[in-house]
């Protein structure tokens, strides 16, 4: 008997875990250690370009193999990246570890949506899919804000010993997770007696039927490009001010309280389109551009206060819409192709992002 408070209790606890970090402000860690605008742009393009090639394998594996277990390994990877940013001297090895970032990102992405939306149409509540998304950008930007607010803490105690005690959040996260409850079917013991080209035929065929779907659902084709773009804007906008809010005159101990401050924009916005139910998704979707847009000229205003206000609005306009939009995709996913096609979503954000991230690094350095 699935006792859905308690799992979705659980997903709650493990995205605490997963973004309450030391070294969550990762832009301004390697800003600190002397990387260029440029080069953390090339780190952040190398994030997208592997997100882009195991989105889709990761999606695929957690609708064969079960959601539970990827959620588990996106920890795991997410401690191997750690370590290996412990590790690095040099930009290569900082690609790797943001590589391994990427791939934690990839197994969590589709995972954690689709083993929410079936917990909860297995207990017939599925209404409650856009406050369960509500609920999980609020505890994004809160810890996401509360990680960059002990971003000078970080740089005073050191990149090594903040990522070292991240990883030992990370094994209690794990820990978590390991009592979470299945809910999809689990297809391992149906592969089990299959040969290896078996498998890889299924594989395939998870991806070419999430594929035909997107392609025959046109609208949700629109809304996976549309809320990607939307989303890839505020997000480039709230890494590039990281490093750019010391630039324009703001002090050193302001920097964390600043970007605070603006991840709460987006516990404004998760919590607003909660409110409007009933306005249509394309009056939606106008509002919150100009709100994304619209902090993004704000920062170009070179005042940290202005650049304050402006990624607060966006930040308010990207989370309004991630729900929204959210909530619409997953009634129209099939349940055994949940996690692939949202997986397909994030495939989408990271296409678009390896266009905007290079474009984005010489527009804040030189603009």
Same mark, same amino acid.
């Given at each position: ?11 709650y606890w493990s995205s605490i ?91 969590s992405s589709g995972s954690g ?25 609020? /505890? ?92 890839? /804007? ?134």
């Amino acid at each position: 008997m699935l006792k859905i408070k308690k799992q979705l209790s659980k997903l709650y606890w493990s995205s605490i875990l997963g973004n309450l970090s030391l070294s969550g402000a990762w832009v301004a860690i390697l800003a600190a250690r002397g990387y260029s605008l440029v080069e953390i742009g090339i780190a952040e393009t190398v994030f997208h370009i592997t997100s882009l090639m195991f989105e889709l394998p990761s999606g695929a594996l957690a609708d064969m193999f079960g959601r539970k277990k990827c959620l588990i390994a996106s920890s795991i990877m997410h401690m191997i990246g750690n370590v290996i940013m412990i590790l690095s001297t040099s930009l290569s090895m900082v690609c790797l570890s943001i590589a391994f970032q990427a791939l934690c990102y990839n197994f969590s992405s589709g995972s954690g949506e689709a083993l929410a939306y079936d917990s909860l149409k297995l207990s017939k509540q599925t209404s409650e899919f856009e406050r369960y998304i509500s609920n999980q950008l609020m /505890i994004y930007r809160i810890c996401s804000g509360i990680s960059t607010l002990c971003a000078g803490f970080a740089l005073i105690l050191g990149y090594k010993i903040a990522y070292g005690v991240d990883l030992i959040v990370i094994a209690i996260q794990i820990m978590i997770l390991l009592t979470l409850q299945e809910v999809t079917l689990d297809c391992l013991e149906q592969t089990k007696a299959r040969n290896k080209d078996s498998l890889h035929a299924e594989f395939i065929r998870y991806v070419k039927d999430s594929f035909q779907f997107v392609i025959k659902e046109k609208k949700v084709m629109i809304f996976m490009f549309a809320n990607s773009f939307v989303g890839a /804007i505020d997000i480039l906008l709230l890494f590039f001010l990281q490093a750019k809010l010391p630039e324009c005159g703001i002090p050193a101990w302001g920097v964390g309280p600043a970007l605070f401050f603006m991840e709460l924009g987006g516990l404004v916005g998760a919590k607003l389109i909660l409110k409007l139910p009933k306005i249509r998704y394309h009056k939606i979707f106008f509002l919150t551009s100009l709100l994304v847009i619209s902090g993004v000229f704000i920062e170009h205003s070179g005042i940290y206060l202005g650049m304050m206000i402006g990624g607060f609005i966006a930040a308010m306009g990207d989370d309004a819409l991630q729900v929204r939009t959210n909530a619409i995709l997953q009634d129209m996913f099939p349940s055994d192709k949940r996690a692939t096609l949202t997986s397909i979503e994030s495939f989408t954000f990271s296409v678009i992002m390896i266009v905007l991230s290079p474009l984005a690094g010489i527009v804040f350095t030189y603009w």
